[in-house]
Every structure is written in C-alpha cells, then in structure tokens.
C-alpha cells in the first residue's frame, strides 16, 4: 500500500505501517482467525466514507446526505443474505463480539439462560465466560466435548441440562474446535425446549459461504452470528443473519442501531461489501476448500510426530496441539519460539487445562491466510514439519536460523496477493 501522505505527516505511524507490511510479507500467518484482505478491500476501508455519519437503515437515516451509504449498505446487506442464503442481515456491528452481544439483547430479557460451549473446550469469552459483563445481564450454562480426543460431545447430555435449565438460546460455535457440530441434534434440542438455536460462525463463515462446510441454516437454525475478517476475507467487522426475515431480524435491527451502536462505520461496510463480492465467485468456493485440505495436510505431520491434537485432527481450518503434553514445551515458548523463525500463531488453552491462560498447554493455528497466499498441501505439510522440528530442535541455532531462512523464501515464492479477482 501506498502510505504517501502518512510519510510525510507522521512518522511514527509510518514506521509502524511499515514494519506491519514487512512483518506480514516476510513471515508466515498461522492464527486461524486471520487473514489477507485485497488491495479492494482496503481502498473501500480507506475510502471517504469514513467522513460520513449515517445513524439509521438505508432510506431511514437521521442524517442527510445518504445517497451513496445507503447504496454500500444495501448492496453489502445484499450480498450477505446471498452469500448465506438467508432473508435478512445486518451488517453494521463492529466486530464478532457486538455481533454476539446484539443477538442476546434482541433475543433475551435480563436473567434469560444461555446454553453454550465452554471456552476450555473451544468457546468463545462472548459465550459466558465469568470475565465478560454479559454475565452479570443473562445466565449462562455450558456444554463440553464428552471426549476431548475426538471432539465427540454429549448431545444426550446437553438435551438434559437443557431440560433442567431452560435456556432461551441454544449456541453453537466456536474459537478453538476443529470438528464440525451435528447441527440437526442442535436444532431438536432447541426444538424440544422451546430455545432459538443459534450458531456463532465467526471463524467458519467463509467455509460455510464457500460450500467446504454445512450451513446450520439448512439445519433450521434461526440466527448466525458472524466476523467478516477469518475465514471471509474480508475487513475487521461483525455480521448477523437470520433465516426467516421475520420479527426477530426487527428485534436486531434495533438492538444494534439505537440499543447498542451509534452511527456505522460506512467504510468498513464498503468494504464488507467488497469482499462478500469477492466470496461470491466460484474461485473463493477453491479457495475455501483448499483451507481445509491444507489443514489436514498439517494435522497429517502433527499426527506422524506423535503430537496429540485435540479431537485427534481436524475437519476444518484449525488445529489445536498440546505442545505441554507431548513436547515439554508451554504454550508461550512455542508462540514465542516459533515467532522467532516467522511463524506467528498464538498460545492456547486446551480441554480443562491446568495451566494458566497466559502459558497454556497447546497452540492454535490453522490455514486461511497461508491458503491465500497460494499454499497448498504441499507447502502446508513442510511448513508444519518446521514447526516439529523447531520445536524439538529449540535449542539449535544453527537449524532455528536455517528454518527462518526456508520460511523467508517460501514468503517470496508466495507473495501476499493483492487481489482475487
Ligand atoms: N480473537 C478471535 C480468535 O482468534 O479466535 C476470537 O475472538
């Protein structure tokens, strides 16, 4: 990117800017929540829009001026609702966690029961982890995996505490689970107590809008809540959608504008808009399912090096090992070491871990960014052959420096694309 002006202006900036696009150019990203946006992507993020306040819905704004803002929306609304064919989507909340906050306060009164994953056993804080505020408004329950070595959960277990519990909204979801979830057990469950069942697709959104995964919509389930920023492609950015356009995209609707949010950040709307365009053609559906095959590549030399891998493997685009069990090595130094010879994923807990959040037992990575980059199996299974043998080998210089080296000259064999079309 060009930062022309920034350069002249502000220094300390650029420089950040700077070292960001080297950083990023030169070594390989492995945090399965990330990803490379097109130079498309960043203009619309970067566009004028940023100048304008647009409080309201398209044709119901509280400000003048609204020609085009209503244009990006809708044709950003649009696309969303064709990309997960579904009748209704809100696209303004600002990240995956409003999205999550919006859809409880649109679909439950204060002490209302959520039923959702633990976070130790692949959830996410937003799902009622005690440090969130979410907890002091709504009452939330947990399921786990039944066994934390094939990811199985207990769908009979989870109908009985539903039944004890009565919980309002049955989430699906995860940041950290590797397995699809049986969707049809979620939605009679949901069914049978008389719960909406939602899915929180933040991390598989772009498997499911290019058809590598199932789409809990076909299931029957009522509500998704998204980011557009993993697996997508897209901008930093949140996304609710529902099934039916019924009250409940209403209810939404008003909780994120004026519930919870001021005025939308129209560029970063533009911007949805552009990569949900660019999810919409048959190259992101490639795209999409190579995510997976490079993640099974992986997990293949995970497996071959006898590094247990929570649920034993992978379906999807993430892989959670645990480095403390099987290498001696905490979840920080793994990060750590692994960072030094350019691979950035990040430290994780692991199913009831007994180590602290800060220095867990296991590591988190996956593959959208490096698939963008060009990656194939191939190239994903040597890059987690350097990780084992970084790993193993942590205290040898010579092969840390040699490892770096491989990774610099995979980076400029792959370079970051620009675009996608
Ligand atoms: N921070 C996201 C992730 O990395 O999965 C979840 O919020």
Redesign the pocket.
């Known amino acids: 990117m060009d930062y022309e002006h920034i350069k002249k202006q502000d220094k300390d900036i650029y420089e950040a800017l700077e070292g960001e696009e080297r950083r990023e150019a030169e070594g390989l990203e492995l945090?399965?929540?990330e990803n490379y946006v097109s130079k498309a992507v960043r203009e619309a993020n970067g566009s004028v829009l940023t100048n304008k306040y647009s409080e309201g819905y398209p044709g119901k704004r509280y400000y003048g001026g609204q020609t085009y803002t209503d244009m990006v929306e809708t044709v950003a609304i649009d696309r969303a609702k064709k990309l997960f064919n579904c009748k209704y989507a809100n696209v303004q909340t600002l990240g995956?966690?409003n999205a999550n906050i919006a859809m409880y306060f649109a679909l439950l009164e204060p002490g209302d029961t959520v039923l959702g994953m633990d976070l130790s056993h692949g959830g996410?804080?937003t799902h009622g982890h005690p440090v969130t505020y979410l907890t002091k408004i709504f009452r939330f329950v947990r399921y786990k995996m039944k066994d934390a070595d094939t990811g199985e959960i207990d769908y009979d277990e989870m109908l009985e505490v539903a039944k004890r519990e009565k919980p309002k909204i049955i989430l699906a979801g995860y940041?950290?689970y590797p397995r699809e979830l049986d969707y049809a057990k979620f939605v009679d469950i949901a069914r049978e107590v008389g719960a909406y069942c939602v899915m929180d697709i933040?991390?598989i959104a772009g498997l499911i809008a290019g058809k590598a995964a199932k789409s809990p919509f076909d299931y029957g389930f009522d509500v998704m809540t998204s980011t557009t920023h993993k697996t997508l492609r897209g901008p930093r950015g949140g996304l609710i959608l529902t099934r039916e356009s019924d009250d409940i995209g209403k209810k939404i609707d008003k909780t994120v504008f004026p519930g919870l949010q001021g005025g939308p950040h129209m560029n970063n709307i533009a911007a949805k808009a552009v990569a949900f365009g660019e999810a919409l053609q048959p190259s992101f559906s490639k795209y999409a399912k190579q995510i997976i095959k490079n993640a099974a590549a992986m997990a293949e030399v995970f497996k071959n090096n006898d590094i247990r891998m929570l649920t034993g493997g992978t379906s999807n685009h993430l892989i959670l090992a645990d480095v403390f069990g099987s290498l001696s090595l905490g979840g920080q130094e793994a990060e750590t070491l692994l960072d030094r010879v350019g691979i950035t994923l990040?430290k994780n807990s692991i199913a009831d871990d007994t180590r602290k959040p800060m220095d867990p037992s296991g590591i988190r990575f996956g593959t959208p960014a490096i698939t963008t980059r060009g990656f194939g199996e191939k190239e994903s299974a040597r890059v987690a052959e350097l990780m084992v043998t970084a790993m193993k080998d942590k205290d040898d210089e010579k092969k840390l420096s040699a490892i770096r080296e491989e990774i610099r000259a995979m980076c400029k064999k792959f370079p970051i694309p620009e675009s996608f079309a």
């Open positions: 945090i399965p929540s995956g966690a996410h804080l940041s950290a933040a991390h990040n």
